[in-house]
């Protein structure tokens, strides 16, 4: 099956639209005879051969970096390595070239350039021996495939170019919502009377001074008003017209405009987290998050060992809840890295962890070295050059591919 239609094929088994059809109709009708295995030599190295006169070309990375190391022959009988002059040129997607030449040791001839990852390029080789030149070119490539630019569109490949960034790490813990110490008030009666109204019910929204209770004094018998002394909503209705006050709460005052978030931090993390630390609230329920800071912090520990942090929350518009359950993001470092790739973009290939870079309608592996992680980034330390296009989302169809493809690892 070639690319174009595995491509259709892999989409329509993903449940992707098969209405993409007129886009990858220009699949070829008939499948692309495959390519014979390259002839090995003893060292398993490519054999490279014109008349009599052969070399046997292999990547050797036993104990050192990967490096060609070529054997010649003529006619069948091993060629004396100083007599044959030797280059090799190897272009790699992007037109980029690695010029090798090569110097005699022990019975065979040695590069001169590290052959870095991926293998993926073409071939040229030219060699000189006994006033005679040879030159050969072959393609050797691996994790490259194409795509072209209709299809990608239709998947909804994407890409980004590397370059440095700001790296945010992040731990997660979480807790609750709970209301501020001062978010309510208790109603009380200044001396013993008769209740002679109640202005307001259970669930009111009240404004500060507003008129809650009308109160006549059993002893001087007059009336006397008690005014709210904050806004907010009436929580507990203890009293009701004609009661006596007595020493007891008649009403509960709640201000719900504010809450804060407790959040539990365990001891491994508890000296990371500083105060003004940028959080990300997630509330159960609420589609969005919330972002506040650090406001503080309880001075005892739970019994579970947890410190509890503590983080103001605007709830002016009245969607949140005392007691709801909430997971947090606090932000414990921000580092500048002059490199670093999306992690959605990362791919297995072999033993490495790729990211596929984008040439053109072109797409090859780029084997990457690690270093730090912090939310949606990675920080990179070799493996691939500042400005490179590379895929994020959808990576996993590039990879789809170049499996399918079959591409190899040919030394």
């Given amino acids: 099956m070639n690319k174009r239609l595995f491509i259709f094929v892999f989409l329509?088994?993903?449940?992707?639209?098969?209405?993409l059809t007129p886009i990858l109709a220009m699949a070829e009708s008939s499948p692309a005879a495959d390519e014979p295995e390259p002839e090995k030599g003893p060292h398993n190295g490519r054999?490279?051969?014109?008349?009599?006169?052969?070399?046997?070309?292999?990547?050797?990375?036993?104990?050192?970096?990967?490096?060609?190391?070529?054997?010649?022959?003529?006619?069948?009988?091993?060629?004396?390595?100083?007599?044959?002059?030797?280059?090799?040129?190897?272009?790699?997607?992007?037109?980029?070239?690695?010029?090798?030449?090569?110097?005699?040791?022990g019975d065979y001839l040695r590069g001169d350039t590290v052959i870095y990852e991926p293998h993926s390029f073409i071939v040229s080789?030219?060699?000189?021996?006994?006033?005679?030149?040879?030159?050969?070119?072959?393609?050797?490539?691996?994790?490259?495939?194409?795509?072209?630019?209709?299809?990608?569109?239709?998947?909804?490949?994407?890409?980004?170019?590397?370059?440095?960034?700001?790296?945010?790490?992040?731990?997660?813990?979480?807790?609750?919502?709970?209301?501020?110490?001062?978010?309510?008030?208790?109603?009380?009666?200044?001396?013993?009377?008769?209740?002679?109204?109640v202005h307001v019910g259970l669930g009111d929204t009240v404004k500060k001074g507003q008129l809650l209770l009308t109160i006549e004094s059993?002893?001087?018998?007059?009336?006397?008003?008690?005014?709210?002394?904050?806004?907010?909503?009436?929580?507990?209705?203890?009293a009701n017209s004609g009661e006596q006050t007595g020493q007891r709460t008649l009403l509960e005052i709640t201000q719900p405009s504010k809450l804060l978030a407790e959040l539990a931090v365990f001891p491994m993390d508890v000296m990371s987290v500083k105060q003004s630390a940028p959080v990300t609230l997630m509330v159960n329920g609420l589609n969005t998050s919330i972002p506040t800071v650090i406001s503080g912090n309880r001075l005892t520990m739970r019994d579970d060992q947890a410190r509890l942090f503590l983080a103001e929350v605007d709830n002016t518009e009245g969607r949140l809840s005392e007691g709801a359950f909430i997971s947090a993001?606090?932000?414990?470092?921000?580092?500048?890295?002059?490199?670093?790739?999306?992690?959605?973009?990362?791919?297995?290939?072999?033993?490495?962890?790729?990211?596929?870079?984008?040439?053109?309608?072109?797409?090859?592996?780029?084997?990457?070295?690690?270093?730090?992680?912090?939310?949606?980034?990675?920080e990179v330390l070799g493996g691939i050059n500042a400005g490179t296009e590379y895929v994020t989302n959808?990576?996993?169809?590039?990879?789809?591919?170049?499996?399918?493809?079959?591409?190899?690892?040919?030394?």
């Avoid at 329509?12 to 209405?19: E, F, K, N, S, Y």
């Avoid at 580092?335 to 596929?356: E, H, I, S, W």
Wanted: proline share 3%; glycine share 8%.
């Fill in 329 to 378: 993001l606090i932000e414990v470092e921000t580092f500048d890295v002059p490199l670093a790739v999306k992690r959605v973009g990362l791919q297995a290939f072999r033993d490495f962890t790729v990211v596929y870079a984008k040439v053109g309608e072109q797409y090859e592996v780029r084997m990457l070295e690690l270093g730090r992680e912090a939310g949606e980034w990675v």
């Fill in 125 to 197: 080789v030219s060699a000189g021996y006994q006033g005679k030149t040879y030159s050969w070119q072959y393609d050797n490539f691996e994790g490259r495939t194409l795509i072209e630019a209709k299809v990608a569109q239709a998947m909804e490949i994407d890409t980004e170019i590397v370059g440095a960034a700001t790296l945010h790490k992040t731990i997660k813990v979480y807790g609750k919502l709970v209301l501020p110490a001062n978010a309510k008030r208790q109603i009380n009666a200044r001396f013993e009377g008769e209740i002679k109204q």
């Fill in 218 to 238: 059993n002893e001087s018998l007059q009336s006397n008003q008690i005014e709210a002394p904050i806004a907010g909503v009436i929580t507990q209705q203890l």
């Fill in 47 to 105: 054999m490279l051969r014109e008349g009599d006169f052969a070399i046997e070309l292999a990547i050797f990375e036993t104990g050192v970096p990967p490096e060609f190391r070529v054997w010649v022959t003529q006619g069948e009988k091993p060629v004396a390595p100083q007599k044959v002059e030797l280059n090799i040129k190897l272009t790699r997607l992007g037109d980029q070239i690695n010029d090798i030449n090569f110097r005699a040791e």
């Fill in 12 to 19: 329509c088994q993903l449940g992707i639209a098969c209405a």
């Fill in 394 to 411: 959808n990576s996993y169809i590039i990879k789809a591919d170049i499996e399918k493809s079959g591409a190899s690892h040919d030394h």
